[in-house]
């Protein structure tokens, strides 16, 4: 299940640097907001979530802040590894609440 | 549990030809979904379903497309006839009903030729 974005965004860091990736969301009635990263030839897997009422959360070595005002969505990775490498997408659960709606997802490659 | 399995893992196939993809979700998940992946229109969400029934298939681009949850652990998407354009990675995914966060299979890589 590979990502097959040849037209992804990419954000290329070097190993040990911190990395922060983008994201902005469509939908204002969103209260529920995730993380995915994608690895080649895998689905994607969860790394973080927050909720509306939160602005930060902090996860191992990532954290997700959230900006309602301007429906934006950023996760940062502390000390960026080579294992780090793959396609983020971020995600959001809309009107409905019972599914989420992905982002176009952003490429991140790190340098060693 | 072994997470969500899907089968096949890679599918080539036939323009013409029905393509049936398989998922069993994680023991004790109420939601499933079906994504598509596509380097064009990135992961779009084909149908969802909660326990059992489907909730909304507004999402499946044809009615060439369906699918199907005879029961809790298995599910089928269903293309009929396949084309060229529906050539992506399809990815099936569950969730239980005290969380949002979905996990996801490895999904099938459809090739139509």
């Known amino acids: 299940g590979e990502s097959v974005g040849l037209h992804l965004p990419t954000l290329s860091v070097q190993e040990g640097d911190n990395s922060i990736i983008n994201c902005a969301y469509s939908?204002?009635?969103?209260?529920?907001f995730i993380w995915y990263k994608q690895e080649s030839g895998k689905g994607p897997q969860f790394i973080i979530d927050?909720?509306?009422?939160?602005d930060k959360r902090q996860g191992q070595r990532v954290t997700v802040l959230l900006n309602k005002t301007v429906k934006h969505l950023s996760l940062q990775i502390a000390a960026t590894q080579p294992g780090d490498s793959a396609v983020y997408f971020c995600?959001?659960?809309?009107?409905?609440?019972?599914?989420?709606?992905f982002g176009g997802g952003t490429r991140l490659m790190v340098k060693p | 549990d072994a997470g969500v399995i899907q089968s096949p893992r890679h599918e080539v196939t036939e323009m013409g030809q029905e393509v049936t993809l398989r998922c069993k979700p994680i023991?004790?998940?109420?939601?499933l979904f079906w994504y598509r992946q596509t380097m064009m229109r990135g992961l779009e969400l084909l149908i969802y379903?909660?326990?059992?029934?489907?909730?909304?298939d507004s999402g499946m681009p044809e009615d060439r497309f369906s699918a199907k949850m005879p029961n809790a652990s298995f599910s089928t998407l269903k293309i009929q006839p396949s084309e060229p354009r529906d050539s992506a990675v399809y990815f099936c995914?569950?969730?239980?009903?005290?969380?949002?966060?979905?996990?996801f299979g490895q999904g099938t890589r459809l090739t139509v030729v």
């Open positions: 379903f909660n326990n059992n029934v489907p909730i909304d």
């Open positions: 995914a569950s969730r239980s009903r005290v969380s949002a966060e979905a996990f």
């Open positions: 939908n204002s009635a969103s209260d529920y």
């Open positions: 927050i909720r509306s009422n939160m």
């Open positions: 023991s004790g998940h109420d939601y």
């Open positions: 995600a959001e659960n809309g009107d409905a609440g019972n599914m989420l709606t």
